[in-house]
């Protein structure tokens, strides 16, 4: 029969184990189950957690709120601490690696959705660029065409090419 062993004999899932897991003065217990055991410590957030030293290496594991500290909680945390050393860990690192890689996902979701928003800027600036060229471009043209038809006007000629120059000097002004 799994029991609590810390001088108080509470019969673990009744009222008076909860009481006794809620009291100020109860800040530890330690548990003898079926397949395992471990030394509970109560943590500042009232939560409690389960400690087992075994192969030389102190495990450590969330055991919840004193709610929820029934004997299938218990049970079931006493027999991941005794789990052996290949299991347990593997069991962690498997926990902590799914955590790293949600993280990576995550960042890598924000480095994408970034970067996709920077390149949807960057494609209008180019945009625009693009069509203030083409204006530029077309004012060139027109500049060109207007003094290809000065070049056969004669050089005094009531001052006609000074006004085609001054014409294509203020389309290109504007460039």
């Known amino acids: 029969m799994p029991?609590?062993?810390?001088?108080?004999?509470?019969d673990i899932g009744s009222p008076n184990w909860f009481k006794?897991?809620?009291?100020?003065?109860?800040?530890?217990?330690?548990?003898?189950?079926?397949?395992?055991?471990?030394t509970a410590r109560k943590r500042n957030d009232g939560a409690w957690?389960?400690?087992?030293?075994?192969?030389?290496?102190?495990?450590?594991?969330?055991?919840?709120?004193?709610?929820?500290?029934?004997?299938?909680?218990?049970?079931?945390?006493?027999?991941?601490?005794?789990?052996?050393?290949?299991?347990?860990?593997t069991a962690k690192a498997k926990i902590k690696r799914g955590v790293i890689q949600n993280k990576s996902i995550?960042?890598?979701?924000?480095?994408?959705?970034?970067t996709d928003k920077r390149i949807t800027e960057l494609e209008t600036q180019l945009q625009e660029a693009n069509q203030r060229a083409a204006n530029?471009?077309?004012?060139?043209?027109?500049?060109?065409?207007?003094l290809k038809g000065a070049l056969?006007?004669?050089a005094n000629k009531g001052g006609a090419i000074k006004d085609v120059v001054r014409r294509v000097l203020s389309l290109l002004v504007v460039c």
């Open 49 to 89: 957690n389960a400690y087992r030293k075994l192969f030389g290496k102190l495990r450590q594991e969330y055991l919840g709120l004193s709610k929820a500290l029934d004997h299938e909680r218990l049970e079931a945390i006493a027999a991941k601490l005794a789990q052996s050393d290949l299991e347990y860990w």
């Open 3 to 10: 029991e609590v062993i810390k001088g108080d004999d509470v």
């Open 20 to 38: 006794f897991l809620e009291l100020p003065t109860t800040k530890s217990f330690r548990y003898e189950g079926i397949v395992g055991s471990f």
């Open 152 to 154: 056969p006007l004669p």
């Open 136 to 146: 530029q471009d077309e004012k060139i043209e027109s500049a060109i065409t207007l």
């Open 106 to 114: 995550t960042a890598s979701y924000k480095v994408t959705s970034y």
